[in-house]
């Protein structure tokens, strides 16, 4: 099992400019989630999804967009990209029943907007 | 609105000088509460899952405890690879999985 994949692992956009990160699992997991780090402030949920074309916002869900239309893949979207979204971007998967419901992160995506 | 607060902010120890770091949290309904180590650079790696008051669980030098108000993250004789920081997380019941996460607590064990 490779676990929770992301890519890129850095990336430097300009103000304005849309991209993709992308989040794959290979764990069959149900639920899958984006949050955002950043100093003083911790992990923030962005979006969420408790499985395929079903998505829901979560604390800071401005200028992003998901879509899941298969278990394994959850592709974050930054809109028109803002120095206010820099920062350590990870992406999340669990299966959704206690007690086996413990979320496995991916390395991160590390994003600068200029 | 569900808050966590861990604490300290930072701790620095000699190796062998065992600690414990607080996890408080307000959550109306806990479903688990979550112990993640990060170390730099990396994603959040799961330590533990605790579940109701009184529970316990370790994993070599780590001990966590749950109370209705908090948990413990409780390091003996830690060594230098112990150095990271530690993450506390809650789930509500009402929230499924969404995860609620603390500031975190840095640690730091000196030879």
């Known amino acids: 099992n490779a676990g929770v994949t992301q890519t890129p692992k850095f990336q430097v956009l300009k103000t304005g400019q849309s991209m993709t990160l992308q989040c794959a699992q290979d764990m069959n997991h149900e639920y899958m989630s984006w949050y955002r780090q950043d100093p003083g402030l911790g992990l923030r949920l962005i979006h969420y999804s408790v499985g395929a074309g079903i998505t829901d916002q979560g604390e800071v869900p401005n200028g992003y967009n998901v879509s899941r239309s298969t278990t394994e893949d959850f592709p974050l979207r930054l809109l028109s990209a803002a120095p206010s979204q820099t920062s350590v971007y990870f992406c999340?998967?669990?299966?959704?029943?206690?007690?086996?419901?413990?979320?496995?992160f991916g390395p991160g995506t590390r994003l600068t907007v200029l | 609105e569900d808050q966590v607060t861990q604490s300290p902010e930072a701790l620095r120890l000699q190796e062998g000088e065992s600690s414990s770091l607080n996890c408080s949290y307000t959550v109306s309904g806990l479903r688990g509460l979550f112990w993640y180590r990060q170390d730099p650079g990396k994603g959040p790696e799961f330590l533990f899952t605790l579940y109701s008051a009184g529970e316990e669980k370790e994993k070599e030098r780590l001990k966590a405890t749950l109370t209705k108000k908090e948990s413990f993250l409780h390091i003996t004789a830690p060594k230098p690879e112990d150095s990271a920081t530690y993450l506390c997380a809650v789930q509500e019941g009402a929230a499924g999985n969404k995860l609620t996460f603390g500031g975190g607590t840095r640690v730091l064990v000196k030879p």
């Open positions: 999340a998967s669990s299966l959704t029943g206690a007690p086996y419901n413990e979320q496995f």
